[in-house]
């Protein structure tokens, strides 16, 4: 899509309400629908995090998205797909500034560059207890980006048109952090599976842009 053309779009999205958990829950997999149910409580002692969705122009003026491909480490989010961003530090007056922070650190697009437009519903990550905030941005800039070496492998540029594509929703059997193989709802982008938090919050992108677009 045109990125001025998404631009126009998106102006409209304060006004559109967020389908929330209608839309998260189209991605989530039987056994964590019923955890989502109890975790109301753990959720108000978790740790906080915030994370960008940032949409851009490429060197076509099309619009596009970003990712990133984790380091492989000792933890539950080693290798995974998912947005910028990161955990709430002391200097962080919010998560959105949090999630304006990390992109920079991991990406390399400096904040000022960048328009955070809308907060979109929050996710609980009950493996390793955080509270993930996420956020739509823009930045009218083709970004130049820097990945962090030490933290990012590998960084992954969207089409919308890709994302929007029905042929992007798969399903795939994953091994998951409660040690069993589960077979779970799934985007496939750019050759990459996205399962677990970060699908959710793009099921959730989704239904709301495509009220707009």
Known sequence: ???DKFLTAISNIESIPLPAETAQIKMVPPFRRQLMRQQSKAKKNAKKAGVLALFYPNTNHETHFVLILRK????????????????????DNSLKETALRETF????????QVEVLQSLTDVYIPPSNFNVQPFIGITKQIPGFIKQEDEVEDIIEIPLQHFFDDSALITK????SYSVDV???????????????TAMMLSEIKDLLKQLL
Do not use: C, R
């Open 183 to 197: 077979e779970v709802p799934a985007f496939k982008l750019n050759g990459h599976i996205v399962w677990g938090a």
């Open 1 to 3: 899509m045109n990125f």
């Open 173 to 176: 059997t994953v091994s998951t």
């Open 72 to 91: 492989t480490y000792k933890g539950v989010h080693s290798a995974q797909i998912a947005f910028p961003g990161g955990k709430l530090e002391e200097q």
């Open 105 to 112: 650190e991991e990406i390399g697009v400096p904040s000022d």
